[in-house]
């Protein structure tokens, strides 16, 4: 899976960076992203840096293993928790 690079950040002079993203909640994920995403300066997921962004969990580099605050949109925030596995049921009795 790969994130939507807009055309800005892929005619930007540095190629995308792999990370192994791992969100608040929810399994790990191979991403490409930009300086600015990895930087926390733009949406993980979106590249947008025209909205307010929340901590979406860390991202770690495949070069040197280096950790990684990141933020997504809260749009993104919120599907990415729409799709996250939720707490099993309680047990039926």
């Known amino acids: 899976m790969t994130s939507d690079l ?4 892929l005619t930007a002079a540095r ?8 969100p608040i909640e929810g399994p790990a994920q191979r991403l490409l992203v930009s300086g600015e995403q990895l930087h926390a300066n733009a949406c993980l997921h979106c590249g947008s840096d025209q909205q307010q962004l929340l901590t979406a969990g860390h991202a770690y580099t495949h070069a040197g293993g280096l950790a990684w605050v990141v933020v997504a949109c ?3 925030l919120a599907r990415s928790h729409e799709h996250s596995p939720s707490e099993a049921p309680p047990p039926s009795v």
């Open 6 to 9: 807009t055309s800005h950040q």
């Open 15 to 22: 190629p995308p960076i792999p990370i192994d993203y791992h």
């Open 74 to 76: 809260a749009a993104h």
